[in-house]
């Protein structure tokens, strides 16, 4: 009975390392099959939104059949197929073009009720398809740009967050929009605390040879573009009365038609 209980304990202890040893594998496997759910209802709703669109534009348009008869049948599609490409994206939006192009050949191109045309309703039938079309690529562009901006600005951020020196950032006006980690540390006020405030009234520095206070001069020479001119060699007194002697260094941000946008203010600690 001893022999036969240890041997049972020893294999119940293997299954549970197999299964210890196999459960890696399981997460890995299920992890792509969350993302792939999540994916087909993405899908859904976008492609969903885009049928939801053309079956509006038809109901709503019915009431107004004996006024508008066979003329204008794309007068309401086009909107339609504009709204699912921003809302949908670029594939819900020729999708809702190419519904759009098939209710009205259907429902309101004669002959009625069916899939036929004229070739001058095909040539109005091509001209909505390649407006719808190209408002759709021209509505993902735009999409795509700003994403891009969005992600471009958010890199910056947690580039400039990361950053081992001080890094402030002022608006053009010499107002605070940023201070990273190590700028709070150093200084001891939270963004929040400083946000929209004047840099030369929340930092106290001092020009580490003559002990001078140098920040309303750092201030106005961001605004005035004479970064250069400052002292390198600082001393920075924190909100708490702390003391550390810094590198001083700003550069000015400039757009592409040559207006300063602001000025990042650089303390490097040498401690």
């Known amino acids: 009975m001893v022999c036969r209980s240890h041997a049972q304990r020893r294999e119940a202890g293997a299954h549970v390392v197999r299964l210890m040893a196999g459960r890696p594998n399981w997460i890995y496997l299920t992890a792509p099959a969350a993302a792939t759910a999540t994916g087909w209802k993405r899908w859904c709703v976008s492609y969903g939104v885009a049928v939801a669109l053309i079956g509006g534009a038809t109901v709503l348009r019915l009431p107004f059949a004996q006024v508008l008869g066979v003329q204008s049948p794309f007068l309401l599609y086009y909107p339609a197929a504009v709204a699912a490409a921003w809302f949908g994206g670029i594939w819900a939006g020729l999708v809702a073009t190419g519904l759009g192009a098939a209710a009205a050949d259907y429902f309101w191109i004669p002959p009625q009720m069916a899939f036929a045309m004229s070739s001058s309703d095909g040539l109005r039938l091509a001209l909505f398809a390649m407006a719808s079309g190209t408002a759709a690529i021209l509505i993902e562009c735009l999409h795509r740009a700003i994403r891009g901006e969005r992600d471009a600005k958010e ?34 006020w939270s963004i929040e605390e400083v946000a929209g405030k004047a840099f030369g009234g929340v930092f106290f520095i001092l020009d580490r ?9 750092i201030q106005r020479a961001a605004i005035e573009g004479r970064c250069r001119q400052l002292p390198k060699q600082v001393t ?16 000015r941000i400039m757009a592409h038609d040559g207006s300063a946008l602001g000025t990042v203010i650089l303390l490097h600690d040498h401690e």
Request: glycine letters at 6%; a positive charge; proline letters at 2%.
């Open 155 to 188: 890199q910056l951020r947690l580039a400039l967050a990361g950053a081992r020196d001080a890094i402030v950032v002022a608006d053009a006006r010499g107002r605070i929009v940023f201070l990273n980690a190590k700028a709070q540390l150093l200084s001891g």
């Open 209 to 217: 040879e003559s002990r001078q206070p140098i920040n309303n001069a």
């Open 236 to 251: 920075l007194v924190s909100k708490a009365g702390a003391v550390h002697h810094l590198e001083h260094k700003a550069s």
